[in-house]
Each structure stands twice: as C-alpha cells, then as structure tokens.
C-alpha cells in the first residue's frame, strides 16, 4: 500500500508560478509511474500530466505543455509538479497517483493522495 501526500498548493495571481509536491510512504516508489490529476468543482478529474518510473518519459495533457513540469526524485520518494504562467482556468484540486504504468486515464492508477486546492485568481 502506497501513501501519497501533496503539498504545495495555495491561492496565487494569474501569472504567477507554483510547484507542487507529492513524497510516498514507501521506498518502492521507484516501482511505479506517477500522475498528477485535477478536478475543478463541478468538473471530472481531469488528467495533467505523468512520469515513468525512470523519469525519462513525461506526458502533459494539451492545455499545460509549456507551463508545467514534472519531475521526480527517488532518493526523496517525492514528485513535482512545477506550474508557470498559471491562469484561473487552472483552478483545481491538484491529486497525486501511482501506477504500473503513465496513463491519462484515471483508473489505470492505483493509489491517490488526498489533494491540494490551487486557487489561481485573475
């Protein structure tokens, strides 16, 4: 059983930046692939983006290539999300999830954080 906490979320500026993390409980972290989620209120979890378990494969959906990163770091069990240019449109309960394997969709993940509010105001 996997743990997964996010940190790093808060209320910003249109334009302003924002990196998110997310550290496991468990050192076979390294094992799985990650993704990043969000859900607007009213709205379906929406994939953001995903790293393979080497880090050598990153996949974003369309609407954040060019403003967010992601990166990870085994030794530290941990997760970035790193969000530039952010718009309200951006607005979300941003979710951590591991998985076998990087993919778009929510349910090949098999364990989920609690999530972090990013509120980005205009």
């Known amino acids: 059983q996997v743990q997964l906490t996010e940190s790093g979320g808060g209320l910003v500026q249109a334009g302003d930046s924002l990196t998110l993390s997310c550290t496991a409980s468990e050192r076979t972290f390294s094992r799985y692939a990650l993704g990043w989620f969000r859900q607007a209120p009213g709205k379906e979890r929406q994939f953001v983006g995903s790293i393979t378990q080497s880090g050598g494969r990153t996949e974003y959906t369309d609407s954040v290539k060019g403003r967010f990163t992601i990166s990870r770091d085994s030794v530290k069990n941990a997760v970035y999300l790193q969000m530039n240019r952010l718009n309200p449109d951006d607005t979300a309960v941003y979710y951590c999830?591991?998985?076998?394997?990087?993919?778009?969709?929510?349910?090949?993940?098999?364990?989920w954080g609690q999530g972090t509010q990013v509120t980005v105001s205009s």
């Open positions: 999830a591991a998985g076998s394997f990087i993919s778009v969709a929510a349910g090949n993940y098999n364990y």
